[in-house]
């Protein structure tokens, strides 16, 4: 969508100087073409900088690295590359433009206050979510990025992720570790801890939804509606 915005801008420019309309069309398509491949190929880097996240360190936080070669081992996932973001708010995100070079990013928060079984439950829903792809989650985070335009071309774009797909990701992962509690547990101490600090440009692509998160966070359900469904299982 930016890339269409700014195809007609430089289609628009061209045409105003003097340049014959259908003439116009082949710079303002191939600009618009380089300005998508590039928000394209940038879109994960993007998004993590949206997050204020950076890379874990290898032995940083061994529990962690334990059950992802775990659940990746025993369920078949992509290994993906570990982001923190330090605030001791609970909460954890994916990001990426392939299952095979995803991220997978959780909190400073989430590492020290989920207890193993929380934090598995956490860990294997966002790998299912990477699973079912997140590349068009994380393009919305780095079109939302750009100044001026951004909030605007994600608005005429539609939200995001909406009830259907966060309810059944929570349903998928549970499914795998067995034991809905903990992924509701977590959830709830989400909600009870310190709020997140998040770009809203990025505010979609959490397990928790922080508020302010932007038009890109689109329409998901409630708390309470995803903690009581998981009662349900």
């Known amino acids: 969508m930016p890339a269409v915005i700014i195809g007609l801008a430089v289609w628009a420019i061209l045409w105003a100087v003097g340049v014959a309309?259908?003439?116009?069309?082949?710079?303002?398509?191939?600009?618009?073409?380089?300005?998508?491949?590039?928000?394209?190929?940038?879109?994960?880097?993007?998004?993590?900088?949206?997050?204020?996240?950076?890379?874990?360190?290898?032995?940083?936080?061994?529990?962690?690295?334990n059950l992802v070669e775990g659940l990746c081992t025993t369920h078949g996932f992509n290994r993906p590359s570990l982001h923190v973001v330090e605030t001791p708010a609970i909460n954890a995100a994916s990001a990426g433009?392939?299952?095979?070079?995803?991220h997978l990013i959780l909190t400073r928060g989430a590492l020290m206050e989920l207890d193993r079984l929380e934090l598995e439950a956490v860990v294997a829903r966002q790998?299912?979510?990477?699973?079912?792809?997140?590349?068009i989650e994380t393009a919305r985070a780095s079109v939302a990025r750009i100044p001026g335009i951004g909030a605007l071309?994600?608005?005429?774009?539609?939200?995001?992720?909406g009830h259907d797909r966060v309810t059944d990701v929570d349903i998928e992962a549970v499914r795998l570790t067995s034991?809905?509690?903990?992924?509701?547990?977590?959830?709830?101490?989400?909600?009870?801890?310190?709020?997140?600090?998040?770009?809203g440009a990025a505010g979609h692509l959490w397990l928790v939804t922080p508020h302010g998160a932007g038009p890109a966070a689109g329409t998901r359900p409630s708390m309470a509606q995803r903690i009581d469904l998981l009662g349900e299982i």
């Open 179 to 199: 034991y809905p509690p903990a992924l509701a547990s977590a959830l709830l101490k989400a909600e009870a801890a310190a709020g997140l600090k998040a770009s």
């Open 21 to 65: 309309p259908l003439t116009a069309v082949v710079p303002a398509v191939v600009v618009g073409g380089v300005v998508a491949a590039l928000l394209w190929l940038n879109a994960p880097q993007s998004a993590l900088a949206a997050l204020g996240a950076r890379p874990l360190g290898r032995g940083e936080y061994p529990r962690l690295e």
């Open 127 to 135: 790998l299912c979510e990477i699973r079912r792809g997140v590349a």
């Open 153 to 161: 071309a994600v608005r005429l774009a539609g939200g995001a992720a």
């Open 97 to 102: 433009r392939r299952q095979l070079a995803a």
